[in-house]
C-alpha cells in the first residue's frame, strides 16, 4: 500500500494595532509557526494535531489575507518540495484591514496564487460579520477546484476545518461534466 504524502506549514500573521486621531495603523509581523512537515502516516497526522492544539487563538490586531496568502505563495514556491496540488488554506472572521504601507490586498494576492497554479481555499467564521461569506468567495478564495466552507459561529470552526482537510485530502478531480444543450 502507498502512503499518501502530505505536507504542511504553518504561517501566522501577527498584526499590532496603532490608532491615531485619523487612521488605524496595522503593523504585521511574519511568524513561521512551524517549519515544513512531511506527513506520512496516521501517527504522524496525530503528532502533527497535537502540535497545532497547543497553538492559542490569536485574536489581537487586524486581518492581512493578501500578505498571508502573498507569504503563502513564497513559502510554497522556495521549500523545496514538488506536488502535483498546492494549496493556501485561509480562515478568518473579518476581511482584509488597511496597512500601513507597502500591503498586498486580498484579491491581489489571490491573482498572484492563481496565476502560479496555486489553489486558495477558504473557511470564513461568521460570528461577526454575517456576509463574510460572500466577501471570501469575491476576494479570497480561486484557482483549479477551490472552494469555501462556512463556520457560523466559532464553536463551529473546528467541525468546518475538519470537513475542509477531509474535503482537500480525498479531492477528486472533475474529469467530465453533463452539459445540457439548451444552456
Do not use: C
Not at 495603523?25 to 492544539?53: K, Y
Not at 485561509?90 to 484591514?97: H, K
Amino acid at each position: 500500500m502507498t502512503a499518501v504524502v502530505r505536507v504542511f506549514a504553518a504561517l501566522w500573521l501577527l498584526a499590532a494595532t496603532t490608532t491615531t486621531s485619523a487612521e488605524t495603523i496595522v503593523d504585521v509581523e511574519l511568524v513561521i509557526a512551524m517549519p515544513w512537515q512531511v506527513i506520512s502516516d496516521a501517527a504522524g497526522a496525530e503528532a502533527f494535531a497535537r502540535t497545532i492544539d497547543t497553538w492559542p487563538r490569536r485574536i489581537e490586531g487586524g486581518t492581512g489575507i493578501g500578505t498571508a496568502v502573498f507569504h503563502g505563495v513564497r513559502q510554497i514556491e522556495e521549500n523545496q518540495l514538488s506536488s502535483p496540488r498546492r494549496i493556501i488554506d485561509v480562515s478568518g472572521d473579518g476581511r482584509e484591514t488597511t496597512m500601513r504601507e507597502y500591503y498586498i490586498t486580498a484579491d491581489q494576492a489571490r491573482a498572484m496564487a492563481i496565476l502560479r497554479g496555486i489553489t486558495v481555499n477558504g473557511l470564513a467564521m461568521l460570528n461577526d460579520e454575517p456576509d463574510l461569506d460572500g466577501y471570501y468567495r469575491d476576494q479570497v478564495i480561486g484557482g483549479p477546484d477551490s472552494f469555501l466552507m462556512i463556520a457560523h459561529r466559532i464553536e463551529d470552526f473546528a467541525t468546518a476545518m475538519r470537513r475542509k482537510l477531509i474535503r482537500e485530502f480525498k479531492y477528486r478531480p472533475v474529469v467530465s461534466q453533463w452539459i445540457e444543450e439548451n444552456q
